[in-house]
């Protein structure tokens, strides 16, 4: 998930990560992985990017790993109508390239102490989520975790595989895939069909709805660690919903609006 940010200041620390993996699953998605310098983030926060096919521009994402110290990263990057750089990266990126990271920040924070987590991930919102999730796996006795990961058709469940995979290994992980629509559109897309696998979510599986409606049918979230992630129509819309449902402010973070 990534929003554009200002640029860092000249005394701002830069590490320097390369890109090992460009893993494209859909038209308008592609999941980057690099190897570099350790990077000093937190779980769910973002970074700022430089990237050498727009080495002027800076972007902000959020890295889907949480910090590890042999440096590797990951990124899940959609492209924005109108946004030339997000293309660039799906496109041409490529092993071997260089890319800048810079000013760490973001507010998402995981109790793992505390009360039950629900994490609402719309698209790639997903990355900051599943770096908590990471994250939380790495201590003795997690708090129960909810996911609800949305999208408009099932194939926009881009990584509907390894979150099968993740709810076979940590039995406090439940996942909630929302689909708008249960049936795929009839275009063709390449890259959902290159990058088809067996596992993941039965349709069977799926709840149908908007995320905000589905999380509005459940009601009141009074007593958990809500966490919301997506673009700023979904974020906002999701968030207003949460409150009128009676879920108390101070108990949601977001981030997309």
């Given amino acids: 998930m990534g929003t554009n940010g200002a640029g860092p200041q000249a005394h701002t620390p830069e590490w320097t990560s390369t890109v090992v993996g460009h893993h494209r699953l859909r038209h308008d998605l592609a999941v980057i992985r690099l190897i570099g310098e350790f990077v000093p983030f937190t779980a769910g926060q973002s970074v700022e990017v430089r990237v050498p096919q727009q080495p002027g521009v800076r972007r902000r994402l959020s890295p889907a790993l949480p910090p590890s110290l042999d440096g590797k990263l990951e990124f899940h990057v959609r492209t924005i109508p109108g946004g030339w750089l997000s293309g660039s990266i799906v ?11 810079a000013a760490p920040q973001g507010a998402f924070a995981v109790d793992p102490d505390g ?29 129960p975790t909810y996911l609800f990961i949305g999208g408009p058709f099932p194939r926009d469940l881009y990584a509907a595989d390894m979150l099968r995979l993740l709810t076979d290994e940590l039995p406090w992980l439940t996942v909630i895939p929302v689909v708008e629509s249960l049936d795929d559109p009839r275009r063709i897309d390449e890259w959902y069909e290159q ?17 905000a409606d589905v999380i509005g049918s459940h009601g009141a ?8 992630c997506g673009s700023p129509a979904m974020t906002r819309v999701t968030v207003d919903r949460l409150r009128e449902t009676g879920t108390p402010a101070e108990r949601i973070q977001f981030e997309g609006i």
């Fill in 91 to 101: 496109t041409d990126t490529a092993p071997g390239d260089e890319w800048h990271i």
């Fill in 115 to 143: 009360a039950e987590v629900v994490m609402i991930a719309g698209g790639t919102g997903l990355a900051p989520m599943r770096a908590q999730i990471l994250d939380l796996a790495r201590h003795e006795n997690p708090p």
């Fill in 195 to 211: 990058s088809r696998v067996d596992i993941g979510f039965p349709v069977d599986d799926m709840l149908q709805g908007t995320l």
């Fill in 221 to 228: 979230f009074d007593n958990h660690q809500v966490l919301v």
